[in-house]
């Protein structure tokens, strides 16, 4: 039987097409192993949004020469956005791989592969658009009990720094019919929390129906039987409606949390970035959600180093921080994305000066988040028991409905229930809880 190993790089949409890419193979008669050692295929669903990950990327797989050169049947594939962005060129950069595909046409992987085993040639296939939508492929979900969602695929913004309108392509909604019926059906195969995904799925419903449903599709699912929690990512500041705030604080599955993207405090640099709001507007945005939600959790992404960003700039950045006090904040240094309008503007700055602002950006935020949590303690919270703790398989991890990370001493049989803890621990980066 062929066995196949995914690694997955990026974001939760990411995540998603390799579980459709393991339903496909599944379907196919392959089975999934956990190691590359053990396999036939080996597949790298990639991502190209920070220079980071595709450095990541070519280490994982020039790791493989070896293994390639001891076994001449082994297929290895790399797609996903850095593939729908370099496109034939990764041959060269890795002149051991067989197949690159790119975001639109997971559904052929199969066909791929084959074609590579039986031929023994490399293929490139790029499709500029989807002609097939991920909710019509089979699927191999990572957990029983959580799935993931998309609502909506591809971007509209054209944010100056971002490459994911140009490998995924213009938004493009499910209809709301399709949406509960797929959630439905992940719910009567066990699924208690469903994540709702889109680029923006506050604009969700816009090529559909010319406004935005997307605080109408939380009130819909919010009805769903059988489905306890209800979360979504990701957000945008321009298009957050007084609609979906409503929908956050009285739906009773929907957790009140919302991931809100920042990106910098100075105007002058939202503008450059072409964010479509600027700092007063952003500040404006958090207090609706926090007369409306008051024990709503806000997290953030944060970038440093955007080009023309000075001084003053990144200080009015810490200003925001400090003023909304987000919960948690993924914070990363600005690299140029060829392509992107961003990457050709001048006055970019130094990486000495972007790395001592990131050193100054996390320990202001890690302040925040230990003074945040040291707050919970003493408090009681249900939690939705994940997984077991990477650090202490004693125990387990999970999380409050305002998206706090909570490790509790409990046995695998608490795995996918909703349990009742108390938390008696703060640190940085989650919380200890006491099984009630």
């Not at 590579?116 to 191999?140: G, T």
Request: aromatic letters at 8%.
């Amino acid at each position: 039987m062929a066995k196949f190993y995914i690694r997955t790089f990026g974001c939760q949409m990411n995540k998603h097409d390799s579980e459709r890419i393991a339903g496909l193979l599944i379907d196919e008669g392959y089975s999934k192993v956990n190691a590359p050692e053990e396999a036939n295929v080996i597949i790298f669903n990639t991502c190209c949004v920070r220079q980071h990950a595709e450095e990541r990327l070519f280490g994982n797989v020039n790791s493989l020469k070896p293994l390639k050169k001891k076994r001449k049947d082994l297929v290895i594939a790399v797609g996903g956005c850095l593939s729908q962005n370099r496109k034939e060129e990764l041959f060269s950069l890795l002149p051991h791989i067989d197949l690159v595909f790119g975001t639109h046409n997971i559904h052929h992987i199969s066909k791929l592969i084959n074609e590579i085993r039986n031929n023994k040639h490399k293929i490139c296939e790029i499709y500029e658009e989807s002609d097939l939508l991920p909710n019509k492929l089979p699927i191999k979900r990572e957990s029983k009990f959580f799935a993931w969602l998309p609502v909506s695929i591809g971007c509209n913004n054209y944010c100056s720094y971002c490459i994911v309108p140009y490998v995924r392509g213009r938004e493009i909604s499910l209809p709301i019919g399709e949406v509960m019926e797929e959630a439905n059906r992940f719910v009567l195969q066990g699924a208690k929390e469903i994540t709702l995904l889109g680029q923006n799925v506050n604009s969700y419903g816009y090529d559909l129906y010319g406004e935005s449903r997307f605080g109408a599709l939380l009130r819909e699912l919010d009805g769903l039987d059988g489905l306890r929690r209800i979360r979504f990512t990701t957000s945008h500041p321009k298009d957050l409606n007084d609609e979906i705030i409503w929908a956050v604080s009285e739906c009773a599955s929907v957790c009140k949390h919302i991931h809100l993207p920042l990106q910098a405090g100075s105007s002058k640099i939202l503008r450059l970035m072409n964010r479509g709001y600027n700092r007063s507007k952003y500040i404006e945005i958090i207090e609706r959600i926090r007369s409306k939600i008051p024990d709503c959790s806000i997290t953030t992404d944060v970038m440093v180093g955007f080009p023309g960003e000075n001084e003053a700039d990144f200080k009015e950045t810490l200003d925001v921080m400090e003023t909304v006090r987000f919960d948690q904040a993924f914070m990363f240094i600005y690299s140029p994305r060829e392509g992107t309008p961003a990457a050709d503007l001048a006055n970019q700055v130094s990486e000495e000066e972007k790395a001592e602002r990131f050193k100054r950006l996390v320990a202001l935020q890690d302040r925040i988040t230990w003074e945040e949590n040291k707050k919970l303690v003493g408090r009681r919270f249900e939690i939705f028991a994940e997984g077991v703790s990477k650090k202490d398989s004693t125990k387990l991890f999970g999380r409050t409905g305002t998206n706090k990370v909570v490790n509790i001493g409990a046995g695998p049989d608490k795995l996918g229930c909703f349990l009742e803890v108390e938390i008696n621990r703060a640190s940085k980066k989650s919380l200890i809880g006491k099984l009630l």
